[in-house]
């Protein structure tokens, strides 16, 4: 092996330590960093987990939905309209965003 290619190894096999070294002082930081995320990142793990028992126990949504139906009629219905048009707002606005992003 010459002299340059030897060299050239050498600086190769330095650059890949401090590579190393770099992306473990990085990774390190970002742990460091990612702690203030801890919080908003277990309730979105609860959020998930209860959409997940929703989707699993769909009798039990149907009878809390029905007993305040029962409950409070007339506020089931203002709050079922506002849903409904809830809705039909983001379809529309799902709608106009899909076409504007064929556009561009």
């Known amino acids: 092996m010459s002299k340059e290619k ?3 190894a050498g600086q190769l096999v330095r650059r890949r330590q401090l590579l190393v070294l770099r992306s473990g002082r990085l990774r390190g ?14 309730w979105a793990d609860r959020l998930q987990d209860a959409w997940i028992w929703l989707r699993a126990n769909p009798l039990a949504v149907a009878g809390g939905v029905l007993a305040v139906a029962v409950w409070r009629p007339r506020r089931s219905l203002g709050l079922a309209l506002r849903l409904w048009s809830g809705w039909k707002l983001l379809q529309r606005a ?9 556009l561009f």
């Open 6 to 8: 030897a060299d050239r």
């Open 29 to 42: 930081q970002v742990a460091e960093q990612m702690q203030v995320m801890q919080p908003a990142l277990v």
């Open 94 to 102: 799902r709608s106009v965003g899909s076409t504007a992003s064929r």
